[in-house]
């Protein structure tokens, strides 16, 4: 797959994974396996969540724009790389309940390894993207 093509997939799964749980943090705590009803403090914490990644997303729409500079995009991908590798750290090496499976913290680290990937995929490779009339001077 091409890597525009990949950033567009990543923008969308941010924004829709993001306003959902902006709009409704209840979807995003089901999924996660939390406890019903939500507690306010709760709701307030995955919509934090979803800003951050509403705000990923259109920051990654807007390096991708044709006027934007490589730079720009390249820098915007290893921000999310970074922030999806943190996020996968937590998870990883958070304590959970003894002798319980949870499925919603398996659904986290699966989100997480695949900003990830699609992060590292998205990137552009800077011999295939370099103009051919540019002198190079290596």
């Known amino acids: 797959m091409q890597p525009r093509k990949l950033r567009r997939f990543l923008v969308s799964s941010r924004a829709t994974v993001g306003w959902l749980a902006v709009l409704a943090p209840g979807i995003i705590g089901k999924a996660w396996r939390l406890d019903s009803p939500l507690h306010s403090e709760t709701r307030y914490l995955i919509r934090l969540f979803g800003i ?5 997303a259109y920051q990654l729409y807007q390096a991708d724009r044709p006027d934007a500079g490589a730079d720009e995009l390249e820098e915007t991908l290893r ?22 499976t949870s499925l919603g913290r398996t659904a986290r680290g699966l989100a997480a390894a695949a900003g990830i990937v699609l992060g590292m995929l998205s990137r552009e490779n800077p011999e295939l993207s370099r103009d051919l009339d540019e002198p190079t001077f290596e």
């Open 52 to 56: 951050r990644n509403a705000v990923l």
């Open 79 to 100: 921000q999310g790389i970074a922030i999806d590798t943190l996020d996968l750290a937590f998870i990883l090496f958070s304590k959970g309940p003894t002798g319980r």
